[in-house]
């Protein structure tokens, strides 16, 4: 397996979750690997994920969030959702499970 690498901005996730306080950033850095690593065990080639497709960065974002010390169950479910979703549609379609020279032909 290729190597896992964060791909967004530790401001960007800090400010996901509601905190300005720098405390969380392993744990938020390590639920972003866990989503990405989820993400290619499930099919999804590690060339698709990237910080510029907002459907791979919602999909991640929404996984951290639903990890991350919602005290209300309800949200988190709904982010967990939100990740079980995503993944399975991209996990469904060629652009995201296929490398482009794969789809092309």
Known sequence: M???????????????????????????????????????????????ISKEDTLITTTILAYIKSQFRFSDKDVALRFQDVFEENKNFMRSTSEYTLESSESDG
């Open 2 to 48: 290729p190597e896992i690498k964060n791909i967004l901005d530790i401001n960007r996730i800090r400010k996901s979750v509601g905190l300005e306080i720098t405390d969380f950033d392993e744990e938020l850095q390590e639920l972003e690997l866990a989503a990405i690593n989820k993400l290619v065990l499930s099919g999804i080639k590690p060339s698709k």
